[in-house]
Nanobody, 124 residues
Framework: QVQLVESGGGLVQAGGSLRLSCAAS????????MGWFRQAPGNEREFVAA????????YYTDSVKGRFTISRDNVKNTVYLQMNSLKPEDTAVYYC?????????????????WGQGTQVTVSS
């Protein structure tokens, strides 16, 4: 079992920044890949970013490349999502997830455990 707890969401103006955190517990953190997804009202949950077990490889959806940075601290058992140059279309509930399958980093069904989500609202 893996427990995930997100924090750091909030309301920010367009062009601003936020850093999301996701604290993990229950299994050896460095043994699984981590991802961030988001879901806006009326939309499917979509992939945002993922990071390998060591942190050496990262993946991003095209719409956030150059603006968002995913990182992890395997001592603190935490994964981060630094979000810069935020846009109103980034408004969503953001979820972190743990991947123990290593099948696909950007598919929702490839992840085994999920946090409860944190709301990010970007005003124009």
């Amino acid at each position: 079992q893996v427990q995930l707890v997100e924090s750091g969401g909030g309301l920010v103006q367009a062009g601003g920044s936020l850093r999301l955190s996701c604290a993990a517990s229950g299994r050896t953190f460095s043994s699984y890949r981590m991802g961030w997804f988001r879901q806006a009202p009326g939309n499917e949950r979509e992939f945002v970013a993922a990071i390998s077990r060591s942190g050496g490889t990262t993946y991003y959806t095209d719409s956030v490349k150059g603006r968002f940075t995913i990182s992890r601290d395997n001592v603190k058992n935490t994964v981060y999502l630094q979000m810069n140059s935020l846009k109103p279309e980034d408004t969503a509930v953001y979820y972190c997830a743990a991947d123990l399958q290593f099948v696909s980093h950007n598919v929702r069904t490839g992840y085994d455990y999920w946090g409860q989500g944190t709301q990010v609202t970007v005003s124009s």
